[in-house]
């Protein structure tokens, strides 16, 4: 069975977001940027499928800028086996993604496709309930646990008032929450070998997929800011402001 | 506008989530709501009461019982034909559900809506909550999930919804549900809780966080939460989790016990009326935020705090 395995290239997760002036977004210019970290966990989650034979083939997919490669390259560090970029210097929405990615899973036919459940920029957690939508194939989102055996998949879903377990037929979209797995380091002999794995280029229009954009965004704002709080010297004092905000009698 | 709100329910009782989005959703419009599962005929009737509904789309079906989204979007999908907005609680399973329905519809979904703006234009968080956005949809259709934290709950009193029975679009086949797994808890459900006690990695063991931060939490009748790294390292259950990646609180007090204060946890816990932060770091983040901080030993301070309140 094939993996595809869909990862997106974002600020890094330990870089504090700085607004721009204009309002106009984020400033990304000169700043880290890494591997969405639940996406790393779903290479991790392919690549395991992969070691217990599972797998076969493990292809990973990003789309965005050219610099996305570097993406893509970590992942074939990490153990995939061959990538594709579909190049494109303007931002896609998830549901332009989740189209993107249905017309390279219709190239592909892959039996599992495993995807981070949110992005840690953006925050929409959509593209793969979209994906699957566009697909038809049964989702397991927010997984904490996979099993493949025969032709469907076990999954256990992280839900607000503890866990459940689905089964999906296969072909199924799944994606991956932060329990799921620890995602390997790239040691530097398998970086080498990742420069010669194949990554081919595309773009949007070779798929005849239309990406504009549906969602305008009129401005970004840094969030209020809390004031400078006091600092109390022990026990009794805190009390003492407990009994002054009426949370203790 | 019309629109559609998915009723959070437990197969018993309306979830409060559903009322802050009721509260959302009538900031566009008419106001009809989705009750979707088996036997779920008292929800209905609950729904019915919730103020400002004008009616209650009923979907009683086995395809229905588990929320598999796989089954509920062709069944959403469907309703919307008649409604121009489907308006989701920013649940577990709403977000399962509103972008499998949003690509059915091929429209784009705005999620975590923090505010709306006029028809089509509303605030969300990016970054972790570190930015606030304001978008706009040029999509016939609007697909929503809502902050709950971010609109007041609709009254539970005083609607007069009428039903309507909807038939099923059936069970689609390619997901069963298996089982669950429901941790058990006589607190306050942490996203509604108006005091939470929270700990962190500093607790070092699951049995220091049951006898510091429960006995404190219990006191105040409060909800118990937990960082990343309490939960990773195994203290409490995942569902504890406060954070970008769990949940988003804004209780009226928020304690953080030896909690530092990363990003990923402050995007699930900033929009606190009061943060108390206890940490015998005094240069941790936390601080930043913290209206009221104490630094110190939690071994010392929260039995000795717990022993006199």
Known sequence: MKIMVPVKRVLDYNVKPRVKADGSGIDLANVKMSMNPFDEIAVEEAIRLKEKGVATEIVVVSIGEQKAQETLRTALAMGADRAILIVSEDRVEPLGVAKLLKAIADEEAPGLIILGKQAIDDDNNQTGQMLAALTGWGQGTFASAVEVSGDSVTVTREIDGGSETVSLKLPAIVTTDLRLNEPRYASLPNIMKARAKPLAQKTAADYGVDIAPRITTLKVEEPAKRSAGVKVADVDELIGKLKTLGVVA | MKTLVWVEHDGAAVKDATLSTVTAAS?????????????????????????????????????????????????????????????????????NIAPRVAALLDVMQISDILSVEGDNSFTRPIYAGNAIATVKSSDAKLVLTVRGTAFAKAATEGGSGTIEAVGSTGEKGVSTFLSSEIAKSER????????????????????N?????????????????????????????????????????????????????????????????????????????????????????????????????
């Open chain 2, 27 to 95: 900031q566009l419009g008419d106001v009809h709501l989705l009750v979707a599962g088996q036997g779920v005929g008292a929800v209905a009737d609950a729904a019915t009461k919730i103020a400002g509904v004008a009616k209650v789309h009923v979907a009683d079906d086995a395809a229905y019982a588990h929320a598999l989204a796989e089954n509920i979007a062709p069944l959403v999908a469907e309703l919307m034909g008649d409604h121009d907005a489907f308006v989701v609680p920013s649940t577990s399973t709403g977000k």
């Open chain 2, 188 to 207: 306050p459900e942490l996203t509604s809780a108006k005091i939470i006690v929270s700990g962190g990695r500093a607790l070092q063991n699951a049995e």
């Open chain 2, 209 to 309: 966080f049951t006898s510091i931060i429960e006995p404190l939490a219990d006191k105040l009748g409060a909800g118990v939460g937990a960082s990343r790294a309490a939960v990773d390292a195994g203290y409490v259950p995942n569902d504890y989790q406060v954070g970008q990646t769990g949940k988003i609180v804004a209780p009226e007090v928020y304690i953080a016990v030896g909690i530092s204060g990363a990003i990923q946890h402050l995007a699930g816990m900033k929009d606190s009326k009061v943060i108390i932060a206890i940490n015998k770091d005094e240069d941790a983040p936390i601080f930043q935020v913290a209206d009221i901080g104490l630094v110190g030993d939690l071994f010392k301070i929260v039995p000795e705090l717990t022993g006199k309140l």
